[in-house]
């Protein structure tokens, strides 16, 4: 089992900054895979940033350059850091978590999610 709990969330203006953080408790010695998605209204979800195996963190093309996602072990948190937001960046954002339940099987979590509305 793997708990997740966004946090950072916020109104801005468009050219600011904010820090979203994610903390992750529970089995986080298996993780496969931590990331970011965000759902603005009336469209899907989609990725933000995802880490796998603590390999190379690949971004969306949207947010390439203004958005770094770093993972502190010793605090078992996962930050994403935007700056230069855009109107367009508004939506909610959700922590992803997938871990390795047993060979052949992977199990994924989501956060409850946290706002980010950013004002032009």
């Known amino acids: 089992q793997v708990q997740l709990v966004e946090s950072g969330g916020g109104l801005v203006q468009a050219g600011g900054s904010l820090r979203l953080s994610c903390a992750v408790s529970?089995?986080?010695?298996?993780?496969?895979?931590i990331g970011w998605y965000r759902q603005a209204p009336g469209k899907q979800r989609e990725l933000v940033a995802i880490?796998?195996?603590?390999?190379?963190?690949n971004y969306a093309d949207s947010v390439m350059g203004r958005v770094t996602m770093s993972r502190d072990n010793a605090k078992n948190t996962v930050d994403l850091q935007m700056n230069s937001l855009k109107p367009e960046d508004t939506a909610v954002y959700y922590c992803?978590?997938?871990?390795?339940?047993?060979?052949?099987?992977?199990?994924?979590?989501w956060g409850q999610g946290t706002q980010v509305t950013v004002s032009s």
């Open positions: 529970g089995s986080t010695l298996s993780i496969h895979a």
């Open positions: 992803n978590v997938i871990i390795n339940w047993k060979p052949g099987m992977r199990i994924e979590y």
């Open positions: 880490n796998n195996s603590g390999g190379t963190t």
